[in-house]
């Protein structure tokens, strides 16, 4: 019963070997072309982090305030499209329709794409 206990991790290091690489798409850093009393203009670089994946397979959207937003936060309606990056790559572009009245905005973004969903929160300060 000495040599036994290996036989037991033998099919756990059998499925590590046999799992393929982790590949995480990632949402880069929010890049505002805008001023306080203007329409925004933002865009986010993706990346695809070794993912196969193309253009017509990813659809992003801002997601209303969450449950821990500022009650008096305004939710401003948006037009959220995905385009090819100059170069390599894609990114995420957001239009506010109507002006940005508040100096501070938070973002929730959501990128979806066959293998997977992503959500992450932004922050601007606009003067």
Request: glycine share 10%; hydrophobic share 40%.
């Amino acid at each position: 019963m000495i040599g036994l206990p290996w036989i037991r991790t033998l099919p756990w290091v059998f499925c590590l070997l046999l799992s393929g690489p982790a590949l995480a798409v990632g949402l880069g850093e929010l890049q505002a072309e805008t001023r306080l009393g203007q329409q925004l203009n933002a865009r986010i670089s993706i990346d695809p982090g070794g993912a196969n994946i193309s253009l017509n397979e990813l659809q992003a959207s801002v997601l209303p305030p969450g449950p821990d937003a500022a009650p008096e936060s305004t939710h401003y309606s948006y037009q959220v499209t995905v385009e090819e990056a100059k170069g390599d790559g894609f990114r995420v572009r957001i239009r506010s329709r109507r002006p940005i009245a508040e100096p501070y905005l938070e973002l929730r973004v959501q990128l979806r794409w066959p293998g997977g969903l992503l959500t992450r929160e932004y922050t601007l300060l606009l003067d």
